[in-house]
């Protein structure tokens, strides 16, 4: 495989950072839409295997889900703009 010599230039750490957010927003709202439908089958894939299973309420999930969204956002925003673009 050829390396670009301009790769560099084109994809910088600047621009790749704020892919963070974006793409762990998309995988965290997958996670939204799945999540309740795992409570089920874990139950019954707990009775199967005789295994405790101590769910948290879907109301903290979905607060987790926030948090774990908007850090990783305002950690990259914050870091834009005090740290400078490299």
């Known amino acids: 495989m050829t390396e670009h010599p301009h790769l560099q230039s084109v994809i910088r ?5 704020w892919l963070l957010a974006p793409v762990v927003a998309v995988h965290n ?5 799945t999540i309740p ?5 874990a139950a019954d ?3 199967r295997f005789n295994l405790p299973l101590a769910l948290p309420p879907w109301e ?7 948090l774990v ?4 956002a305002l950690i990259v925003a914050w870091a834009s703009l ?3 673009s490299e």
């Open 60 to 66: 903290a999930v979905q607060l987790a889900l926030v």
């Open 69 to 72: 969204t908007l850090v990783p």
């Open 13 to 17: 750490y600047r621009v790749l950072r």
């Open 45 to 47: 894939i707990a009775a």
């Open 29 to 33: 709202f997958e996670e939204w839409l």
């Open 37 to 41: 439908s795992f409570a089920d089958t």
């Open 82 to 84: 005090h740290l400078g």
